[in-house]
C-alpha cells in the first residue's frame, strides 16, 4: 500500500471541526455574490422597460427567472452553512 494511500485514508476518517462562527462568516461573504446579482438583474429590468416600455412583460419574465437562479446561489450557501455548523458542533 502506497503512503498516499494511508494518507487518504486517514484524511476521510477525520472528522472537519468548523467553528459555526466562521460558518456564518463564510455564509455572509458567500451572499455578497447573489446580492450583487440580484441588483444588477433587476436594475437592468427598470433600463429596459425605460427604453421600451411594449417589452415590460417580457423582462419581467426574463428577470424573474434569472432572479430565481441566481436567488439558489445563496439557498444553497446557507445550506452548507448548516451542513458545516452541524459538523463542528
Do not use: C, D, W
Request: neutral net charge; proline residues 3%; hydrophobic residues 55%.
Amino acid at each position: 500500500m502506497h503512503v498516499s494511500n494511508i494518507v487518504l485514508a486517514q484524511a476521510a476518517t477525520q472528522a472537519v471541526n468548523i467553528n459555526p462562527g466562521l460558518a456564518a462568516i463564510g455564509y455572509g461573504l458567500g451572499a455578497i455574490g447573489p446580492g450583487i446579482g440580484v441588483g444588477l438583474i433587476f436594475a437592468a429590468v427598470i433600463n429596459g422597460t425605460a427604453r421600451q416600455p411594449e417589452a415590460q412583460g417580457k423582462l419581467q419574465g426574463i428577470g424573474f427567472s434569472t432572479f430565481v437562479l441566481t436567488e439558489v446561489l445563496a439557498l444553497i450557501g446557507i445550506v452548507i452553512y448548516f451542513i458545516a455548523s452541524a459538523a463542528g458542533a
